[in-house]
Nanobody, 132 residues
Framework: VQLQASGGGLAEAGGSLRLSCKAS???????????MAWFRQAPGKAREFVAA????????YYADSVNGRFTISRDNVQYSVFLQMNSLRPEDTAIYYC???????????????????????WGQGTLVTVSS
């Protein structure tokens, strides 16, 4: 089971980037039946929750710092999850990680999805750098 994150890079403040996370291996286990999330870790800081989407795509949740600027989506046919990041700010600079829920078919609160311990599989991370 592997999650491959991509799409990071350098952007100017106010710009946009789109991150992708594609599952391989036991793909049906990793994406289609499980909520997915993005977390990020800035230099010298702890990893933090960014966004999550339920297994069906029916609900999504965001950290206050990105709400209204970032959009999470998923394509269960392609075993992929995406993070569209608009109006980027220098403080969005971080390594972004995708993760797969530990439990299938959850329909929980933002508090649940913001907890790293609830995610069993993690991608390797993709670096996003936003210049001012």
């Amino acid at each position: 089971v592997q999650l491959q994150a991509s799409g990071g890079g350098l952007a100017e403040a106010g710009g946009s980037l789109r991150l992708s996370c594609k599952a391989s291996g036991r793909t049906s286990r990793t994406v289609a039946n499980y909520a997915m999330a993005w977390f990020r870790q800035a230099p010298g800081k702890a990893r933090e929750f960014v966004a999550a989407i339920t297994w069906s795509g029916g609900r999504s949740y965001y950290a206050d710092s990105v709400n209204g600027r970032f959009t999470i989506s998923r394509d269960n046919v392609q075993y992929s999850v995406f993070l569209q990041m608009n109006s980027l700010r220098p403080e969005d600079t971080a390594i972004y990680y995708c993760a797969s829920d530990r439990t299938s078919y959850t329909s929980a609160s933002r508090i649940y999805y913001a907890e790293e311990a609830n995610f069993a599989f993690w991608g390797q991370g993709t670096l996003v750098t936003v210049s001012s």
